[in-house]
């Protein structure tokens, strides 16, 4: 049973890299033996982060039938940029879950850094979930440290990370 759910995950996940042109969303899948690997990026932290989401939320559902309905925030701290990305990421998914709410729209209005801590305050749009409009691909379990990376050059920042699925 648990080598078939495996196969199942590495056949969804080869299905979903192969469907997600890079460049027109801002994200790619990577190749991992069993969760999904992502790069997202964009022209600085916010909008890599911003794309971040998106994948996340495109390795659930299609993002594209998820109406910004809804306006919601989320903000998070850290200790640093890489904490922080987990804890976006992180956040998203309890609201998701707790909310029973698919997100299709982030935009980060404010990320700062401090002595101490960098902080993100985004706002975010989607719709409840309506498992008749919302195709369910695969859920996310959890959002992990594994490989993650940030890499910043002058014109553009991109974030790896992978998702427990």
């Known amino acids: 049973?648990?080598?078939?759910?495996?196969?199942?995950?590495?056949?969804?996940?080869?299905d979903l890299k192969d469907e997600i042109m890079t460049g027109e969303k801002g994200y790619r899948f990577l190749e991992h033996t069993a969760d999904a690997y992502i790069a997202a990026y964009g022209k600085n932290l916010a909008e890599a982060f911003?794309?971040?989401?998106?994948?996340?939320?495109?390795?659930?559902?299609?993002?594209?039938?998820?109406?910004?309905?809804?306006?919601d925030h989320v903000e998070v701290?850290?200790?640093?940029?890489q904490a922080l990305l987990y804890?976006?990421?992180?956040a998203l998914l309890v609201k998701s879950e707790i909310n029973e709410m698919l997100y299709s729209k982030?935009?980060?209005?404010?990320?700062t850094k401090t002595a101490n801590e960098f902080k993100l305050k985004a706002r975010?749009?989607?719709e409840k979930f309506n498992p008749e409009k919302h195709v369910q691909k695969v859920g996310v379990k959890a959002v992990t440290y594994h490989q993650m990376e940030i890499i910043k050059e002058p014109t553009k920042t991109t974030v790896k990370f992978i998702l427990d699925i």
């Open 106 to 111: 982030f935009e980060i209005f404010e990320l």
């Open 50 to 71: 911003e794309n971040a989401a998106a994948a996340m939320f495109e390795v659930m559902t299609d993002i594209g039938k998820v109406a910004p309905e809804f306006e």
């Open 1 to 14: 049973m648990e080598r078939a759910a495996k196969r199942f995950k590495i056949s969804l996940f080869y």
């Open 124 to 126: 975010i749009w989607g």
């Open 77 to 81: 701290a850290a200790e640093d940029e």
């Open 87 to 90: 804890s976006w990421l992180e």
